[in-house]
């Protein structure tokens, strides 16, 4: 039976974890899949179990001497001058048992997502526990081991010939995914992001736009620190219906990073709750517009893993099942979490007014993103 969207989800996506106080904490997922229980938007029959990527699948981005580095690292086996050399055993990606396995079955939940929707079994596919968009051919970066949506984007080329359009909305920029194709015209990239000024990874800037048969096929939208909500929505609004319309993408794979929130600890974007229930629309109507409703979503970046992300990512899914809701969070949902949350909790699906205090350059950052947004898209509006 064909169901219209499958949730990707397993307890053990909890396995990829850092140390206790690493800023990245994927109990966000178990939260999020909790939430949407709650309110009885996530059906047993909706959620499918991730499978474990196979070496090769992973090598399908991924360097092989990079595979076998993170599994000696994953027993313990690696010496810690070769693994800096692979970027682990850092402060951002530190080594922790069986990280091998950990990552290879969060890119393993992005291709089950990939094969429902490119065989019909579904239209649309979420894995929040995916979208580790920093990891490189031959380095991990950013808490990011294996390259999810890079491996993804490669195995949906390779096995259904499609044509992707990646679009990335974290707060970070998708570095990651917009090399691996940077030369390649049959992906198109598309990032909206916090300037790289002062601010990891540090590029995605305009002038990166491809190599060779790939120049003119990525775009980067870095926009100003404490940019707000409506700013955020006009500038992904205008650059995902621009490229799109020039791209005409078999299949869309959205990366939805929720830590441009103004509670995110790592950025320094103002945006709110309002703009993580605008990015999944806009995505869901531009699938059905343009790709048959073909639509793949993982998550990303989001560091409030409790006053933000749950929320947030739990509208990725109630798009995708066309479902709306406002008002309180469920009393159980906030009762069973706040004696682990070390924050209060919200008590709304939306946040409060006067979230913060107004921004004194609020027209100023409007009117910058905008000839932002004109400088990035140039090339195929004129």
């Given at each position: 039976?064909k169901?219209?969207?499958?949730?990707?989800y397993?307890k053990?996506?909890?396995?990829?974890?850092?140390?206790?106080?690493?800023?990245?904490?994927?109990?966000?997922?178990?939260?999020t899949?909790?939430?949407?229980?709650e309110?009885?938007?996530?059906?047993?029959?909706?959620?499918?179990?991730p499978r474990?990527?196979t070496d090769?699948?992973?090598?399908?981005i991924?360097?092989?001497?990079?595979?076998e580095a993170v599994?000696?690292?994953?027993?313990?086996?690696?010496?810690s001058t070769?693994?800096?050399?692979?970027?682990?055993?850092?402060?951002d990606?530190?080594i922790?048992?069986n990280?091998?396995?950990?990552?290879?079955l969060i890119?393993?939940?992005t291709?089950?997502a990939v094969d429902?929707?490119?065989t019909?079994?579904?239209?649309?596919a979420?894995?929040i526990?995916?979208g580790?968009?920093?990891?490189?051919r031959g380095?991990?970066?950013?808490?990011?081991?294996?390259?999810?949506?890079?491996?993804?984007?490669?195995?949906m080329?390779?096995k259904?010939n499609a044509?992707?359009?990646?679009?990335d909305t974290?707060a970070?920029?998708?570095?990651?995914?917009q090399?691996a194709?940077?030369?390649d015209?049959?992906?198109?990239?598309?990032?909206?992001?916090?300037?790289?000024?002062?601010l990891?990874?540090?590029t995605g800037?305009?002038?990166?736009?491809?190599?060779?048969?790939g120049?003119?096929?990525?775009f980067?939208?870095?926009?100003?620190?404490?940019?707000?909500?409506e700013s955020?929505?006009?500038?992904y609004e205008?650059?995902f219906?621009k490229v799109?319309?020039?791209f005409?993408?078999?299949?869309?794979?959205?990366?939805?990073?929720a830590?441009?929130?103004y509670y995110d600890p790592?950025t320094h974007?103002s945006?709110?709750?309002a703009?993580?229930e605008?990015i999944?629309?806009?995505?869901?109507?531009?699938?059905?517009?343009?790709?048959?409703g073909k639509?793949?979503?993982?998550?990303?970046g989001?560091y409030?893993?409790?006053?933000?992300?749950p929320?947030?990512?739990?509208?990725?899914?109630?798009?995708?099942?066309?479902?709306?809701?406002?008002?309180?969070?469920p009393?159980t949902?906030?009762?069973?979490w706040?004696?682990?949350?070390?924050?209060?909790?919200?008590?709304h699906?939306?946040?409060?007014?006067?979230?913060?205090?107004?921004?004194?350059r609020?027209q100023?950052?409007t009117e910058?993103?905008?000839?932002?947004?004109?400088?990035?898209l140039?090339?195929i509006?004129?």
């Amino acid at each position: 039976m064909k169901c219209d969207s499958l949730f990707i989800y397993s307890k053990d996506y909890l396995n990829y974890k850092f140390s206790d106080d690493h800023p990245f904490n994927h109990i966000r997922v178990q939260l999020t899949q909790d939430l949407l229980t709650e309110i009885n938007a996530l059906a047993s029959e909706e959620m499918i179990a991730p499978r474990m990527a196979t070496d090769q699948e992973i090598a399908l981005i991924h360097d092989p001497a990079y595979i076998e580095a993170v599994k000696k690292a994953s027993k313990g086996e690696l010496p810690s001058t070769t693994a800096a050399n692979y970027g682990l055993g850092t402060e951002d990606t530190p080594i922790f048992a069986n990280m091998h396995e950990a990552s290879a079955l969060i890119v393993g939940g992005t291709l089950t997502a990939v094969d429902a929707v490119m065989t019909g079994k579904s239209t649309h596919a979420l894995n929040i526990g995916g979208g580790l968009h920093h990891g490189f051919r031959g380095k991990a970066s950013g808490f990011c081991i294996y390259n999810d949506s890079s491996i993804a984007i490669e195995y949906m080329k390779q096995k259904y010939n499609a044509k992707v359009l990646y679009v990335d909305t974290d707060a970070h920029h998708g570095d990651g995914v917009q090399w691996a194709f940077y030369d390649d015209p049959n992906v198109c990239t598309l990032s909206i992001h916090e300037t790289g000024r002062y601010l990891f990874p540090g590029t995605g800037n305009l002038n990166e736009k491809g190599h060779g048969k790939g120049y003119g096929f990525s775009f980067n939208i870095p926009i100003d620190a404490f940019t707000e909500d409506e700013s955020f929505q006009e500038v992904y609004e205008a650059s995902f219906r621009k490229v799109i319309e020039f791209f005409k993408p078999d299949v869309i794979l959205t990366q939805n990073g929720a830590d441009a929130h103004y509670y995110d600890p790592l950025t320094h974007l103002s945006v709110s709750m309002a703009t993580y229930e605008f990015i999944p629309k806009l995505a869901h109507e531009l699938a059905h517009e343009y790709c048959n409703g073909k639509w793949i979503a993982v998550g990303g970046g989001g560091y409030d893993v409790w006053r933000v992300v749950p929320r947030a990512w739990s509208r990725i899914w109630l798009e995708m099942k066309g479902l709306t809701i406002s008002g309180s969070l469920p009393k159980t949902w906030l009762e069973r979490w706040q004696a682990h949350s070390p924050l209060e909790l919200p008590a709304h699906w939306h946040d409060q007014k006067n979230l913060y205090d107004p921004i004194p350059r609020k027209q100023e950052i409007t009117e910058k993103n905008k000839l932002t947004v004109e400088r990035a898209l140039y090339q195929i509006v004129n």
